[in-house]
């Protein structure tokens, strides 16, 4: 029986099953998660993230990207300053932060491993399409909380899990590198463990997270 990688809760319930994979909900923050025995090695993953072309010239990507950072910006200072955690190769949500003049910082595990950009503190962190590859759900919580000052905010964006039945015939899950599965009463669980954290709900698959 797994454990929950979020609240690690230790009975969790059988899910769904595909030919490739299984998958459980947390009866505690609602998470659906991938067992372990089912993740893909450090080079296979970034073998499939090699594949990926998200470049600063597709104006498509920004566009999806600025669902995001359009929000978020107009939450923040102008002198605000950010971390786009997971940022990809392209790093592509900073160069468009820096078009309006805000400060973004990068910082990419398989990329920009600049590990001394994680002993920061920032006004912002987004996380656009990462929070679903990272397995310890709860130790990424808890480091970005002592990354974030007073006030600012957790910036996620991930498609949310709608039910069981929509699961079935999800194609989020069958990306062999997302392993965690977020609704919306998981980012609500995420808030109320903290006094003062307001969970706000964006847009179908963005969510932010302030800190009191």
């Given amino acids: 029986m797994p454990t929950c990688p979020l609240c690690l809760h230790e009975n969790l319930d059988e899910f769904h099953q595909d030919k490739h994979r299984q998958y459980w909900q947390c009866p505690i923050c609602d998470l ?3 067992p372990a025995s089912f993740h893909l090695s450090a080079d296979a993953e970034k073998a499939v993230y090699d594949l990926h072309d ?3 010239a597709d104006e498509g990507y920004q566009r999806f990207l600025s669902r995001t950072l359009t929000p978020l910006l107009q939450r923040v200072p102008q002198d605000a300053v950010g971390l786009d955690f997971g940022c990809g190769e392209g790093a592509v949500l900073s160069h468009m ?3 309006q003049g805000v400060k973004v910082h990068n910082y990419d595990l398989y990329y920009h491993p600049f590990a001394e950009r994680l002993t920061g503190q920032y006004d912002f ?3 656009t399409e990462v929070i679903e590859h ?3 759900a709860h130790g990424l919580i808890e480091q970005l ?9 957790l910036a996620v964006m991930t498609k949310r899990v709608l039910g069981h039945a929509e699961f079935i015939h999800w194609h989020y899950k069958n990306d062999p590198t997302h392993i965690n599965f977020y609704s919306q009463t ?3 669980w995420i808030a109320k463990q903290h006094d003062g954290w307001q969970c706000e ?3 179908k698959d963005v969510v932010f997270i302030t800190l009191a």
């Fill in 32 to 34: 659906v998660s991938v």
């Fill in 54 to 56: 998200n470049a600063f």
């Fill in 97 to 99: 932060a820096a078009k």
């Fill in 125 to 127: 962190i987004c996380l």
């Fill in 134 to 136: 990272i397995y310890d």
């Fill in 145 to 153: 909380t002592h990354m974030l000052k007073p006030g600012g905010i």
């Fill in 186 to 188: 998981t980012f609500e």
């Fill in 201 to 203: 709900v964006i847009d």
